[in-house]
């Protein structure tokens, strides 16, 4: 098993509501950044997991975002798995 | 001026405690993945800037993190910068 480190974004879909990436756009105005035409805002995940392949650890942490980690009514998520280093 | 989508990871710095981390973590393990070791969580936030070059988009962005998007005592971050296709 080797230990993989796999890192997940989850973002709004796009259309729908992003108070949050309305309120950092409006600061960013307020502060005089005008040349920002639009903002989001999602999360970044990162998991390290025990894994044969990165390809079974992307696997399992795509299941893991399906059950808790993005709710897919609302939110994209996208899965990169990359090797930290031999586990046990 | 073309118009770029700025991709900016914010995380919790290394040692630092991530209660949103140990939370997921947690509720992962109740849902029977042991294979989780550790898991971070911070923000990731998409900005359409209109810029001259990416790298002039990038730059006006890194100063953005620095003065609200992140808190540089408990977040780094990291900016990357793409193309949208030809603006105003």
Do not use: W
Request: charged fraction near 25%; aromatic fraction near 4%; glycine fraction near 6%.
């Amino acid at each position: 098993m080797s230990r993989f480190t796999v890192e997940v974004l989850v973002t709004p879909r796009p259309g729908l509501l992003d108070p949050q990436g309305k309120a950092i756009h409006h600061a960013l105005s307020s502060l005089g950044y005008d040349a920002v035409d639009d903002v989001r805002v999602g999360k970044a995940i990162y998991l390290e997991v025990s894994a044969a392949t990165s390809q079974a650890a992307a696997e399992r942490v795509e299941e893991m975002c399906r059950k808790l980690l993005a709710n897919p009514v609302t939110e994209d998520f996208r899965v990169t798995a990359a090797a930290t280093g031999a586990g046990s």
